[in-house]
């Protein structure tokens, strides 16, 4: 993925545009364990980082979330 500018994004990125919904819980995992690996190293509370970092923890639980909805509705298999 291009343009990411801090190390946890791509594997955000990938989670966000997954299309495969049997993919979508691995992403979405990889992504989770890629900004924790990055909370585990220094960083400013108040930086853009940080910032960044808790929008896409949030961006996270609503695609998780928003999937689990879907597999309801639709009789589905949650994963």
């Known amino acids: 993925m291009h343009n990411a500018i801090y ?3 791509t594997a ?3 989670a966000v545009l997954e299309i495969n919904a049997t993919q979508l819980p691995i ?3 990889e992504a989770r364990r890629a900004i924790d690996e990055r909370l ?3 960083l400013l509370i108040d ?3 940080h910032r960044a ?3 896409a923890r949030r961006g996270l639980a ?3 979330a928003e999937r689990v ?3 309801e509705t639709q009789g589905g298999v949650l994963w």
Do not use: F, M, T
């Open 12 to 14: 955000y990125r990938s």
């Open 7 to 9: 190390s946890w994004q």
């Open 40 to 42: 585990h190293r220094p």
């Open 27 to 29: 992403r979405i995992s």
């Open 62 to 64: 609503e695609l998780e």
């Open 47 to 49: 930086s853009p980082e």
């Open 69 to 71: 909805e879907k597999d």
């Open 53 to 55: 970092i808790e929008d």
